[in-house]
């Protein structure tokens, strides 16, 4: 099992595809792991070195006792990048990974060669939006539903429940793999971890609008109103950044949508590595 020691943490990783060509690193979500990305990284593969790992506190990862926070999550990405000699990268996000990789790309911008980010939720952005405040009552609602039955011991009853009323809707639960479903609940303690941090919601738009690298915000249009919501502050923050929109995606478009979400990211960094090099060649 291929692991490293980062920041004093156990990592497990992934590596694929031909070691000669531009490296893409895929960043999971809360409450998942590497797995996440099964139905895409074959295909990016074919085209990239891919780097794909279970964040610290998910799965086949170390899981440290002491609180967590964002910022430790940045770095460890920063740092298994390094360790394994592929910076600078390419890195995707999605969700709370989005959330990690745009954190680094305020604090080490460059250890990226672009970066593409999927919803994250970066609520915070939002305290002084009129027009979110009603949406945002109702996610605190329900998050702090979710969090009173992890409190209490209750993993997968807090599963569950986080699946149908914040992620993806009702009666989802039962559609999921059993696989996936073992993993939100054994992943359920970082989950509320990563709540606990102060800044898990928040980034530093103004340092984020002196990323200088290549950069792709998406969001789906099957997605809860305040995900467009928080794109639109990002791409305020940085106006060279790249949007699209996955029409009949939602939240996980590289799960639900693959073949339309590798075509977008592959045509994005494809692009981007090849004036890069045309770039390299005239310097």
């Known amino acids: ?139 605190r609602e329900r998050i702090a539903a979710v969090v009173e039955r992890l409190r209490a011991g209750d993993s997968a009853a807090g599963a569950r429940q986080f699946v149908e009323t914040v992620a993806f809707g009702p009666g989802t639960w039962d559609t999921l793999p059993d696989a996936m479903r073992q993993t939100f609940i054994n992943n359920a303690p970082t989950f509320l971890d990563e709540g606990q941090d102060p800044e898990w919601s928040t980034l530093d738009l103004a340092a984020l609008g002196r990323f200088p690298h290549p950069t792709l915000l998406t969001r789906g249009d099957q997605s809860p109103p305040l995900f467009p919501a928080v794109v639109a502050h990002l791409a305020r923050a940085v106006p060279h950044a790249t949007q699209h929109l996955f029409a009949g995606a939602g939240h996980v478009p590289h799960v639900t949508s693959p073949a339309d979400y590798v075509e977008v990211v592959s045509g994005f960094i494809s692009t981007v590595s090849a004036e890069q090099e045309r770039t390299a060649r005239v310097t």
Do not use: C
Request: charged content about 15%; hydrophobic content about 40%.
């Open 1 to 139: 099992m291929p692991m490293i020691t980062v920041n004093g943490t156990e990592i497990y990783y992934e590596l694929t595809g031909e070691s000669e060509t531009p490296v893409v690193v895929l960043v999971h979500g809360s409450w998942g792991d590497h797995h996440n990305w099964d139905a895409v990284s074959a295909a990016l593969a074919r085209s990239f070195h891919v780097l794909r790992y279970d964040r610290r506190g998910h799965s086949k990862s170390a899981r440290p006792p002491n609180q967590g926070s964002l910022h430790e999550d940045a770095m460890d990405l920063a740092a298994l990048i390094e360790a394994l000699g592929l910076a600078p990268a390419h890195i995707v996000g999605n969700s709370f990974g989005a959330s990690v990789t745009l954190r680094l790309a305020t604090e080490r911008p460059e250890v990226f060669r672009s970066l593409t980010a999927h919803e994250p939720p970066l609520f915070g952005l939002l305290a002084t939006d009129p027009s979110a405040q009603a949406s945002l009552a109702v996610l």
